[in-house]
């Protein structure tokens, strides 16, 4: 069993979906992540282990080797791909709640901006790092968060903008969560922002990449 | 309005290679095999997605002030900052173009991403990016070689939102280009298709176009800028 584990950590690492995938070339022919899982599950792994030993892990080697420079946006969207694959595999037990995760993150870029590129690659290794994402989309409304707030109080935000004309968003949006939840943690990102920024508008963080605000939202869940 | 010369290009002509693509997707040199074969896919899969146009129009007058650096250019005054200024301020006239690879790119990078294809949505972002780079290089050489018959010579290309040109400066832009090119601006400056390009390029027998400018310009986040990449051809 701990060997099924291994290598759907390998494959979540490596990129490998499954086996009709031919990326990476050296894994060509063999069962992915989405086969693997569904054995895993069948010859009675825990879907917490196959969670916490293989899909978390792996992710979280993925983000360190992304930080470092060692692998590129696209490895690291393959490796995404395959850790959905295994993640369809446990959406039963997260409904039932017989996998619970690390807590909720709500992102969403914010108005007047439609970018949605860097959001989802945060998105998708936040998920992989065990958190439930509610991804808003692009264009959102200050409402928009609060609303998703009433049903996840507990929830962190993540606020995402491209352009300095939009950035300035973020503030208004901050303020109108914090005039109903003062407690809620924010995090912000996007090409133009700064720490700088981050302090004058009260977010709680700004990270420059992915691994940065996973590391962060880990902090937070211990 | 003073005529708009407007090109439209084929995906083909472009001939955009999957290395174009590599500076963007994080690579220093060629990408790799299996990344390439990826991008090869996707380039197959969007070569109809493309409505590629643009163009420019010539403003013979402009004034330039040092006192706030600001370039007027028919009606609009813009406040081009220090580094655009410096590299504008010999110019005897002003072009201002815009150009586009249309939405097709953009919706398929959606419904991939929507689809869970992570990858290739980013891929076709990157793409759509490349050619219109691509496109807007081919109209700065036609606008090079134009003038050069008339002994003149271009700058290299500036944009609302770099180099310190701030992005909501694009309404002021777009106020001086014609509307019916398909590209309008959201109220935040936000071109759509957001795959489009605008901006301005000084023309005249004293001006001179630089390889790499990103040494000149403060915006240390700049991805053209991170990746050593010269956004003017």
Redesign the interface.
């Known amino acids: 069993m701990s060997n099924l584990i291994e290598q759907i950590a390998i494959c979540v690492e490596n990129g490998k979906v499954n086996a009709a995938s031919p990326y990476p070339p050296q894994m060509k022919g063999q069962p992915g992540s989405d086969e693997l899982t569904k054995q895993a599950l069948e010859e009675g792994v825990s879907p917490n282990d196959l969670l916490n030993k293989a899909l978390v892990p792996a992710m979280e080697k993925v983000g360190q080797k992304f930080s470092e420079n060692k692998i590129f946006v696209p490895q690291m969207l393959l490796s995404a791909k395959a850790m959905a694959a295994s993640m369809q595999h446990l959406k039963p037990y997260f409904q039932s709640g017989e996998v619970k995760r690390k807590g909720t993150f709500i992102m969403g870029t914010v108005f007047g901006d439609l970018h949605d590129i860097g959001k989802n690659l945060c998105c998708m290794m936040i998920e992989g790092a065990g958190w439930e994402v509610i991804d808003l989309g692009v264009d959102v409304q200050p409402e928009k968060f609060v609303d998703e707030l009433d049903h996840h109080p507990d929830a962190v935000v993540g606020l995402s903008a491209l352009l300095t004309t939009t950035m300035v968003n973020m503030a208004t949006i901050i303020d109108f969560i914090r005039n109903k939840y003062p407690q809620t943690k924010v995090a912000i990102g996007g090409a133009p922002i700064n720490n700088d920024f981050a302090k004058q508008i009260n977010a709680d963080v700004y990270t420059k990449d992915p691994q940065g605000l996973v590391v962060w939202l880990d902090r937070l869940s211990v | 309005m003073n005529k708009f010369v407007e090109y439209r290009f084929s995906y083909r002509e472009l001939a955009v290679s999957p290395n174009a693509a590599a500076p963007m997707?994080?690579?220093d040199g060629d990408l790799p095999?299996?990344?390439t074969?990826?991008v090869r896919e996707v380039m197959d899969e969007t070569a109809g997605c493309y409505d590629i146009r643009g163009g420019y129009v010539i403003f013979d007058h402009s004034h330039f002030n040092k006192d706030g650096y600001t370039l007027t250019v028919g009606e609009a005054t813009f406040q081009i900052g220090k580094i655009i200024f410096n590299q504008l301020k010999r110019s005897s006239q002003i072009a201002a173009f815009v150009c586009t690879a249309g939405v097709g790119i953009e919706q398929y990078?959606?419904a991939m991403?929507a689809a869970?294809?992570?990858?290739k949505?980013?891929?076709a972002?990157i793409l759509g990016g490349a050619v219109v780079e691509a496109a807007t290089d081919k109209i700065q050489k036609e606008l090079s070689h134009n003038m050069k018959a008339k002994g003149l010579k271009i700058t290299n290309r500036y944009s609302p939102?770099y180099c310190g040109w701030?992005?909501?400066e694009q309404h002021k832009l777009f106020a001086q280009l014609p509307s019916n090119l398909g590209v309008r601006l959201?109220?935040?400056?936000?071109m759509?298709p957001?795959k489009s390009v605008s901006g301005i390029i000084g023309i005249g027998a004293d001006v001179r176009f630089n390889q790499y400018t990103c040494r000149i310009c403060e915006a240390t986040?700049?991805?053209y800028r991170f990746k050593k990449v010269s956004v003017m051809n």
């Open positions: 997707l994080g690579y095999e299996e990344i074969e990826m990078s959606r991403l869970n294809e992570p990858l949505g980013f891929i972002d939102g701030q992005t909501v959201t109220d935040s400056a936000l759509q957001m986040h700049c991805v």
